[in-house]
Structure formats: C-alpha cells, structure tokens
C-alpha cells in the first residue's frame, strides 16, 4: 500500500464520487481505476461496494480510511515542521555567556527576537555560565558568548561587539579624582570580582598579572549589587562594563575611573562549533545579535 492509494481513497470518500475525486487528485478516470485496483489488490479485499450506483466503504475500507486520515495528517505535520526548520521559523537554540552581567542586555534582544521568530524555541542555559566553551564543545548549549578565546579547530569566533571596562569605586576613595588608574595603583586596594578562577577576570589577565602586581586583597563575590554596596560603603573597588555601571552612576555614590590611559578594551564574540551543520534560523539569529546590540542597545 503506497501514499497514493490512501490519498484515493480519501478524496474518493470526502468528495462522494469518482467524478470530484478525478478533479482533486488531477488524474484520468483509467488512471484513478487502475490505482484503486491496485490498493485493493494489494489488500485482497474490495475498498468499496457499489450502492446504487454509489461507491460505499467496506469494512476494510472503513478501516483503510481511517488509518488514511492518521497517516496523512501525520505527514503533512511532518512536512510543515520540515519546511518550517529549512527556512529557519521551527527550532531550539541553546545560549550561554562566560558571565552573569551579560544577562543584563541578553534578554531584552531574545525577546525581539521571538517576536520575529515566534517558533525558534530561545534557551539560556545559566549552569553553563563561566564555561561557556567547554559546554559548546560537549553540545549541551549552542552559541556561547565570550570575551576570551581558546584556541581549538572546532570553535568558530565571529565578532559580536566591543565594550570598555572600568573601576566602580566610592566617590570618597583615593581614586574618585583620577583620570585613569595603572597596575601599581591595585596593590594596596580590595579587589572585589565576580568569581575565580583570577585568570578569568579581565582586569587580571590584561592589567594586574603583566605587571606582575597582586591587590592587597581578592574576594569573589558574583552579586553585582552587593559588590556595588560594598564600593559604595568604600570597602573595595570592582571593575565593571562601562555599560552596565553608568545607569547606578546616575542614582548611587560611585564614580567610574579608566584603567590606563587609552582605557581597556575588549571584544566580546559568539563562539559556534566550527563543523556543525547549523540550520538557517541560527545564522538569522546571529545577524539579529550583531545588529541589534550594536544598533539598538548600543553597548559600549
């Protein structure tokens, strides 16, 4: 028994002639004869029984019919979610980032997102958060969001945007009048940052352990709100995105200093696998990103 013969017998049925039945399924009345010969062949029972002059469903037809409605609805379901994946409306991304603040921008692109593809099924994995990478490469998310990259064939990096990291600190400390701060201004300092390990944390990596300096005191601590108590109670200085700290600059008593001169820069970068076969909808995604935060929210 082949599609076509349930496609037959359905319309046979649901347009209750031969005559209709050839018009919706575009075939001569020889053709619609034989194939119905054939499915009842196949069966080794009659589909229909002629009814005055009416084509009336067996018993094996009664059941032909209905497992005809199950199999048909069943692949025209399949064939829309088909389609739907290959032009990127159906589907799941998996998302991450290597630190909490950027869920401070991520959410509010994912939901303009959504409303444009209300059927892509958006995810932030937060257990992957701090090891984004490592989480991309054992496939539990599928995009991660990083500022650091390791070197591994089976990455791909393309860049998102770039942002500027300053110090929060107490508009009563020592550095409240600097233009900018350097490596030895830290050695005597608290040192609030989000999470260890140090060789994560960006001030340390392109500031403090090339000058080989070590601040008088570290302590993780990944709230930002409460880290930023502490600055403000001037109990420690934290580095921050410029982004997210100038909306508390506005309401709280702290001050954003630059670190060195020409300030520190970084870039962030979606981090994809390299030979993974990606459908449409994360490439769209992934223009979306690019354009929406660097137009929209404009971080900086």
Known sequence: ??????????????????????????????????????AEYQLGTPVFSRINKKLVLTKAGEKMYQIANEILDKLSQTEIQIKQMVFGEYGEIRISTECFSSYHWLPPVLKQFHLLYPNVELKIVTEATHIPLQKLLDNTIDIAIVSD??????????????????????????????????AEDFINEHLLIHSLPMETVTIHQFILAPAK???????????????????????????????????????????????????LKRKHYIAIREKENYPDYFHHFISFLQTEINLQWNIQ
């Open 1 to 38: 028994m082949e599609i076509r013969h349930l496609r037959l017998i359905k319309a046979i049925v649901e347009e209750g002639s031969i005559t209709k039945a050839i018009d919706k399924l575009h075939l001569t009345q020889s053709a619609l004869s034989h194939q119905l010969k054939e």
């Open 149 to 182: 990259q390791i070197k591994d064939n089976n990455i791909k990096y393309l860049e998102l945007f770039q942002d500027e990291v300053v110090m929060a600190v107490s508009e009563n400390h020592a550095w409240a009048n600097k233009k900018y701060v350097v």
């Open 213 to 263: 300096v070590v601040p008088k005191k570290i302590t993780p601590l990944p709230l930002t709100e409460a880290s930023l108590e502490m600055v403000k109670a001037d109990m420690g200085v934290m580095s921050m995105a410029k982004w997210a700290l100038v909306p508390h600059l506005k309401t709280s008593p702290i001050k954003a200093i630059k670190i060195g001169k020409n300030g």
